[in-house]
């Protein structure tokens, strides 16, 4: 087949997978019409080099994958169930982004990270015991402590190289998490409260170390019939893992030995403490048979003990980074001093324009120029 019938299908099959008009593509390449991105896709005319440079980014793809160097299968995208987020170009972005972090790493001579845990595991009849037991050996595997919320994203990050990202993806629980030949990548809606994220991450973090046994008997097409009690298995995991059944016990005692109830703000302040939700943990509690379902019920329900909650989140609120990481930002920067990455592609990896990467650059020196002692 010629290349320009190759690049033709290449373009409109990437364009078709992100669900945007021949339009929007023109518009996100900076073309003056639809008409020219029509003319590519029916191999008209020639695909100018620069044109090509322009078509790849805003397909979220790569130069070789448009032109049919690349031989690399396609990696599947897994999104937390129910999320609200899901698209085609979100999982594009995802990917992609996660490619270059792994090339980042490489040119800035990181080492090697640790090997995720791949466990075995059968999705098809896995019980909630399975999955509490997992989050027990993934726990002590990981090296959490007795409050993993607090280390669990930087033992991600670092110790394992699990590339995190986050975008804005209004209310909801979304997440999504995938492995390929770059490792393993998070994606998290920065939405969510701190103690959500943290669920979040360790829900994502069920789905990568079951990764391989999942995708050997996931069907080629559609949903296993077990999709949604996975969902359920992957928050047992996740509620066990940030909230151990011997410390949460322990701490639940000390508030209680005196005789006293277990009040809402007892409740609030143990959540903070091992940064989950209030709600994680009033069901918590109640799975430890420490409490039942009925007064978690009505506590969580209880408009008083809703208002407290709210207001101890303020101070402790924090934004992550959006759209890239300090990781992943730090990374490129350094790429781009030690002559791994032009102006040009440093702007390409923070997906924006030279002018505004070449500014962030000057920022940094003048920054830099300013902290320096007087001689």
Known sequence: METRNVIAAAIRNARERLGITQQALADAAGFASLQIVSAIETAQREVKAWELVRLARALQTSVDELLGLSDTAPVRVFWRRGSPGISAGREARLVQRAERMALLEEWN????????????FAPER????DAARLAHTVGRALDLGSRPAASLLSVLEERFGIKVFYEEMGEGESAACVRGPFGAAILVNAAQAPWRRNYSFAH?????VTWSAVERVWP???EPEWSERLEQLADVFASNLLLPAEELGAQFEARVEDGGDLDGMRVIEMAREFGVSTSALAWRLVNLERRDAAWAKALLADEGFRRRDRLTMPHRWTHPPVPFPDRYLRLALLAHERGALSLSRLAEFLETSIGEANELLEGLELGEAAAAPAP
């Open 126 to 129: 896995a019980s909630f015991a």
């Open 204 to 208: 994502e973090l069920f789905h990568l």
């Open 109 to 120: 001579g990181l080492p090697p990270a640790e090997p995720l845990p791949d466990l075995a």
């Open 220 to 222: 080629v097409a559609g």
